[in-house]
């Protein structure tokens, strides 16, 4: 009798361990989907938010190019044409970083765990050890 309880308490264990893999490959697929488009708008808020600083107010032609290039990678990361309209210079800065926001946002869609998942690319407080994911069971 407790050689089928364990043998049933292994199964159940096996079981629980596969589905934390299958959870933990999605997690991982959808942070690197996400990762490179994200990444790319962060840089960009970034100098935008240093343009604003200087009072530039409207961004620069020169950024075209950077702009076209984030608008293959986000045509690419699924971002529906509508979104990507508002990505373009000559436009006043504060306003393309909150199109920037919301194409984040929906990229997210609003789902929390996704959010969390992005957080834990950040790294430790050291600088050199990225975090490591929690492993759910």
């Given at each position: 009798?407790?050689v089928m309880?364990?043998?049933?308490?292994?199964?159940?264990?096996?079981?629980?361990?596969?589905?934390?893999?299958?959870?933990?490959?999605?997690?991982?697929?959808?942070?690197?989907?996400?990762?490179?488009?994200?990444?790319?708008?962060?840089?960009?808020?970034?100098?935008?938010?240093?343009?604003?600083?200087?009072?530039?107010?409207?961004?620069?032609?020169?950024?075209e190019t950077?702009?076209?290039?984030?608008?293959?990678?986000?045509?690419?990361?699924?971002?529906?044409?509508?979104e990507l309209?508002?990505?373009?210079?000559?436009?006043?800065?504060?306003?393309?970083?909150?199109?920037?926001?919301?194409?984040?946002?929906?990229?997210?869609?609003?789902?929390?765990?996704?959010?969390?998942?992005?957080?834990?690319?950040?790294?430790?407080?050291?600088?050199?050890?990225?975090?490591?994911?929690?492993?759910?069971?």
């Amino acid at each position: 009798m407790a050689v089928m309880r364990s043998v049933g308490f292994m199964a159940q264990a096996n079981a629980e361990i596969r589905a934390a893999q299958r959870q933990h490959e999605v997690d991982r697929a959808r942070r690197w989907r996400l990762g490179r488009p994200m990444a790319l708008i962060d840089q960009l808020i970034s100098d935008l938010e240093i343009l604003n600083l200087k009072r530039v107010y409207r961004v620069p032609i020169s950024y075209e190019t950077r702009l076209l290039q984030l608008r293959v990678v986000l045509d690419d990361a699924g971002v529906p044409p509508g979104e990507l309209e508002g990505v373009r210079t000559r436009i006043r800065i504060v306003r393309l970083m909150d199109q920037l926001y919301a194409i984040q946002e929906s990229l997210l869609g609003g789902d929390r765990d996704a959010t969390d998942a992005l957080a834990r690319l950040d790294y430790d407080d050291a600088g050199n050890q990225p975090l490591q994911l929690p492993v759910r069971i």
